[in-house]
């Protein structure tokens, strides 16, 4: 029941942007703290931005301050927008709900690709 489900990814040339977004249904989805990780091939998954339950406070990764993370929980879906976008962006994207130690979920995740 629980889903998260990330959209938003594709192909874009340096210095571009994305907007990635991540619907979520089947838990209270204010009540949880949300983050965007990627992860390249060859590589652990890195924490790229987070955002707290209220979205009062955030958090990036220092390779990504030209990110910006939001959320709207009337519509429970998180966002990442991506400006000035680098080859070394390329990734694939994954939202993540927690609460606590008790519930983490994960999407599927989203391919983003910086290319010329």
């Known amino acids: 029941q629980v889903q998260l489900v990330e959209s938003g990814g594709g192909l874009v040339q340096p210095g571009g942007s994305l907007r990635l977004s991540c619907a979520a249904s089947?838990?209270?989805?204010?009540?949880?703290?949300m983050s965007w990780y990627r992860q390249a091939p060859g590589t652990e998954r890195e924490l790229v931005a987070a955002i707290t339950s209220s979205g009062m406070r955030t958090y990036y990764a220092d390779s990504v301050n030209r990110f910006t993370i939001s959320r709207d929980n009337r519509k429970s879906t998180v966002y990442l927008q991506m400006n000035s976008l680098k080859s070394e962006d390329t990734a694939v994207y994954y939202c993540?709900?927690?609460?606590?130690?008790?519930?983490?979920?994960w999407g599927q995740g989203t391919q983003v690709t910086v290319s010329s």
């Open positions: 993540k709900a927690r609460r606590g130690n008790l519930y983490n979920y």
């Open positions: 089947g838990f209270t989805f204010s009540s949880y703290d």
